[in-house]
């Protein structure tokens, strides 16, 4: 089992930045990826970033290119998500996730491991 903790969420003012982390722990894999997702009241989840193990290969959404940036790391089997230039749009909760098998790397049925969430707020 993996084990998958976000932080860093709260509200912050349009225009503003906030980082997401989220520390995995629990059985390690040698390959896959981490991603984030997010899901905003009366929406369906969507894809935010992820990036891939093996090379630290980062995809996107497009709205969130240029403003959005993951990284991680692998000493402190964290993830981070670097958000800048927030709009009252990005406002949701944030949920990390963990793809260790096949699938399509922006689908999150194809996610095996998911964490609690953390919300953000961005007010206008």
């Known amino acids: 089992q993996v084990q998958l903790v976000e932080s860093g969420g709260g509200l912050v003012q349009a225009g503003g930045s906030l980082r997401l982390s989220c520390a995995a722990s629990?059985?390690?894999?040698?390959?896959?990826?981490m991603g984030w997702f997010r899901q905003a009241p009366g929406k369906e989840r969507e894809f935010v970033a992820t990036?891939?193990?093996?090379?630290?290969?980062?995809y996107y959404a497009d709205s969130m290119k240029g403003r959005f940036t993951i990284s991680r790391d692998n000493a402190k089997s964290t993830v981070y998500l670097q958000m800048n230039s927030l709009k009252s749009e990005d406002t949701a909760v944030y949920y990390c996730?963990?793809?260790?098998?096949?699938?399509?790397?922006?689908?999150?049925?194809?996610?095996?491991?998911w964490g609690q969430g953390t919300q953000v707020t961005v007010s206008s």
């Open positions: 990036i891939r193990d093996s090379d630290g290969r980062t």
């Open positions: 996730a963990r793809k260790v098998s096949g699938g399509v790397i922006t689908r999150q049925r194809d996610y095996e491991y």
């Open positions: 629990g059985r390690t894999f040698s390959a896959g990826f």
